[in-house]
C-alpha cells in the first residue's frame, strides 16, 4: 500500500469528526508524533504518525499551493 503525503501545514480530513462537529485538521508539527489542530474549534490534538495515517482520509488543502492568484499579494 502506497504510503499518505501530506507536509506540515496542509489541511487534511480524517475518518472520524472531532467532538466540535469537524473532520478537518491542520498539521502543526511532525516527527515520530504529529500534532494536528482542529480547524473549527482550534483544540491541537498530539497522535503517533501511525494512527494518524490510518485515521487520515485526504489532503484538502495543502501547504505548498498558492492561495490566490499568481502574482497577487495577502495583506
Known amino acids: 500500500m502506497e504510503r499518505k503525503q501530506f507536509e506540515l501545514g496542509d489541511v487534511v480530513q ?5 467532538p466540535c ?13 504529529i500534532r494536528i489542530k482542529c480547524v473549527g474549534c482550534k483544540h491541537s490534538v498530539l497522535i503517533p504518525r501511525a494512527k494518524f ?9 495543502s501547504a505548498a499551493a498558492p492561495d490566490g492568484p499568481v502574482g497577487e499579494q495577502s495583506h
Open 21 to 33: 462537529g469537524t473532520n478537518e485538521m491542520e498539521i502543526i508539527r511532525m516527527g515520530m508524533d
Open 53 to 61: 495515517e490510518k485515521n487520515m482520509k485526504k489532503v484538502l488543502r
Open 14 to 18: 480524517m475518518k472520524k469528526p472531532h
